[in-house]
């Protein structure tokens, strides 16, 4: 029983420590509840606070963003990676500051063939996809491919 007395307030101030010094010590990887999550490629809509002037984007090859009417922005993940995004008023006041990570999307198979990576879309049906940091190869026929395609459903392909 003593040891029991002793444990209880030791408990209570690791308790407490943890409260007040835990952030400190929180996980590098873990999302943070202000991180704006986009996957790669794909759109979110963010809700902006009121007077907004100015967004500023620390690698626009990370991630893109637009404002829209009604106080909302668009943001874009244009490559792998975190960035940061700050919302200013006229005067430069900050508004707001959020960390954006752009993921790959969770649907997607890779292949190694040696050095050599190749993503495929799996909804459900395997195909292949354009993603950063596949094979050259495999990356510009894809590429190439998708752009013919699109310009024939534009109707400005060239015939063959």
């Not at 009417?69 to 707001?96: C, F, P, Q, V």
């Amino acid at each position: 029983m003593r040891m029991l007395s002793c444990v209880r307030p030791l408990a209570v101030c690791v308790v407490a420590a943890l409260g007040v010094f835990g952030p400190l010590f929180g996980s590098a990887g873990a999302a943070r509840a202000t991180d704006i999550n986009v996957i790669l490629d794909q759109a979110r809509l963010v809700k902006l606070p009121d007077r907004v002037a100015t967004i500023v984007i620390g690698n626009p090859a990370i991630a893109d963003a637009a404002i829209q009417n009604g106080g909302w922005m668009i943001i874009t993940g244009k490559g792998y990676g975190a960035t940061n995004i700050i919302a200013l008023d006229r005067g430069g006041a900050i508004l707001m500051e959020r960390t954006v990570d752009v993921q790959g999307p969770r649907d997607v198979v890779v292949v190694y063939r040696g050095a050599d990576r190749d993503t495929l879309s799996c909804t459900p049906e395997c195909e292949r996809r354009l993603t950063l940091g596949d094979a050259n190869a495999i990356f510009d026929v894809t590429a190439s491919q998708i752009g013919t395609r699109n310009g024939l459903a534009a109707g400005t392909a060239a015939s063959r």
